[in-house]
């Protein structure tokens, strides 16, 4: 008896599985995913970004109906990887926008989720990590939660120009959104990812997660070496 049908639910949440917020979306699955793009690239990290991503370009691959926007799938894909691009360059304007007013307001403070998702330590952990890579961490920041929404707001803040930061985060944008939609039509198609596609998410949500495991564990062993972390939860 196969048991990953009946643990993966208790893995992954329905908000946060890919393939159910797809299917339940319907003919409106590409739109809604384009929209939770936006908004997790804008102001909130607790968002199924990656495996969305992925799950999408798996869909095209597979002629799925609901993900359907021409007679000729390559062109589906095409238009799909420009919309997903699109919707993330306009979540980091919105994230750069919050950055230069609204930051100290949003990150003071609370008890909560809200307060632990918003915290003033995340804001700085990711300052950190601005500081360290200058302009690249628009680039590299895309591949770390909290760090892909956060480090828009920082740059925002810090005061880069929009020139300078609008050019490094739509190439982010579209080796991120593009990239890993691109991956999921091409590996879409084989049968195991077929077959157990909530298996291949949670394996890319545990992957994304990665890089916060490994600073959390380097900032453990550094502490008395005064290395700045790049993410905590």
């Known amino acids: 008896m196969n048991l990953l049908p009946h643990l993966v639910p208790l893995l992954l949440p329905d908000w946060l599985d ?28 607790v968002l199924p970004g990656d495996s969305l991503l992925f799950a999408v370009g798996m869909f095209v691959a597979n002629d799925a109906q609901i993900i359907h926007l021409s007679s000729d799938k ?37 008890s909560g989720f809200i307060g632990k998702v918003f915290s003033a330590k995340h804001l700085q952990q990711t300052h950190d990590f601005f500081e360290r890579y200058g302009p690249r961490a628009l680039i590299l920041g895309r591949f770390v939660p909290f760090v892909r929404t956060f480090i828009t707001m920082v740059a925002g803040a810090a005061g880069m120009t929009f020139r300078t930061y609008i050019t490094y985060t739509a190439i982010g944008a579209v080796i991120w959104a593009a990239g890993l939609t691109l991956l999921g ?3 879409g198609t084989i049968p195991f990812i077929k077959t157990n596609l909530e298996v291949v998410l949670i394996a890319i949500v545990l992957v994304s997660v990665l890089p916060m495991v490994w600073e959390y564990v380097r900032s453990r062993r550094a502490a008395s070496g005064g290395t700045a972390p790049l993410m905590e939860d």
Do not use: Q
């Open 185 to 187: 039509f091409f590996l």
């Open 18 to 45: 890919p393939e159910y917020i797809l299917t339940h979306l319907g003919n409106w699955a590409l739109w809604g995913a384009a929209l939770i793009v936006f908004v997790e690239c804008a102001i909130f990290p």
């Open 74 to 110: 390559v062109s589906t894909l095409l238009l799909s990887m420009l919309i997903l691009v699109v919707f993330a360059v306009l979540g980091n304007v919105v994230g750069y926008w919050v950055g230069k007013t609204i930051s100290p307001w949003l990150f003071k403070e609370r």
